[in-house]
């Protein structure tokens, strides 16, 4: 990917079927590097605009660039180099759980290989030492030969995290990557993602439920509600108000983060 910008929409929109669109209007600019989190509601089309980030899905209308590449314009092989650079993290993790820890690492470069050489590498690792320097980078690599269903869910997540890292994709998609994990776990995690955007320089977009991991790790929040961009800011300039107004109507999820209030409190306070 060249150019300054990663990513630029204009308009976008997204629609499935008959229902009410998923994405409405959104106009928003990612530079190459920067480092955002993306809060709001469960329905607010979070995890949609991360499906067309990583060009799983196209706009219903709009534009969409990736580097400077217009995505509507991208087809075959060109569209699976994209998707190449591109690594995205899920909250379910999407490993396979009988395989060992090393073939679902190294899946991460499923994408340079040819399909006889994908075939091989389940019979016998290709370069198992790649899968071990990337599982050393998050912590286990002890585990590189473990049966992927007998790790922790935190455990699993860091090998979704080291496919990532084999991978070596120009952006990091994260979403809701910590969900499923304890709190404590999931500030490491988002550490740990931090950290190897700071020490790469790669793009992250991380998808957050918790506005605390949010304001506390990223310099830029964007809050979405129903589909709209309700706001796009500094960590800093994230009011209690604007908070308030992302919530409101989602009481109950705001209760569920665990961080929202204390967040409004501490900003009230200050």
């Known amino acids: 990917m060249t150019g300054s910008q990663q990513y630029h929409l204009e308009g976008v929109r997204k629609v499935f079927g008959r229902r009410q669109a998923a994405l409405e209007g959104l106009d928003l600019t990612v530079a190459r590097g920067e480092r955002v989190a993306l809060i709001g509601p469960s329905g607010a089309g979070k995890t949609t605009l991360f499906r067309m980030l990583n060009c799983t899905l196209r706009p219903t209308s709009g534009r969409l660039r990736i580097g400077g590449q217009e995505v509507a314009e991208l087809y075959g092989r060109r569209l699976r180099e994209m998707r190449r650079r591109i690594g995205t993290i899920y909250q379910q993790h999407n490993l396979v759980p009988r395989l060992r820890v090393v073939h679902n690492v190294l899946s991460g470069r499923l994408g340079s290989w040819s399909l006889l050489g994908s075939l091989a590498s389940l019979a ?22 473990s049966r992927t269903d007998e790790l ?34 999931a500030e490491t995690i988002i550490k740990l ?3 190897i955007s700071d020490d790469t320089r790669k793009t992250l977009l991380v998808n957050l439920h918790s506005t605390d991991l949010a304001l506390s790790y990223f310099p830029r ?49 200050v």
């Open 152 to 185: 922790s869910g935190g455990q699993q997540q860091r090998v979704a995290i080291a496919r990532v890292l084999v991978q070596d994709p120009d952006v990091i998609l994260a979403d809701e990557p910590v969900s499923s994990v304890d709190p404590s776990l």
């Open 124 to 145: 016998r690792p290709s370069r198992p030492e790649t899968a071990y320097r990337a599982l050393a980078d998050v912590g286990i690599g002890e585990k590189l030969f």
């Open 193 to 195: 993602l931090v950290a």
């Open 221 to 269: 929040v964007i809050g979405m509600k129903a589909g709209v961009k309700l706001f796009d800011a500094a960590a800093a300039e994230v009011t209690p108000e604007l908070l308030q107004e992302l919530y409101s109507g989602h009481a109950s999820e705001a209760r569920a983060d665990g961080s929202f209030q204390e967040q409004v409190h501490q900003r009230v306070a």
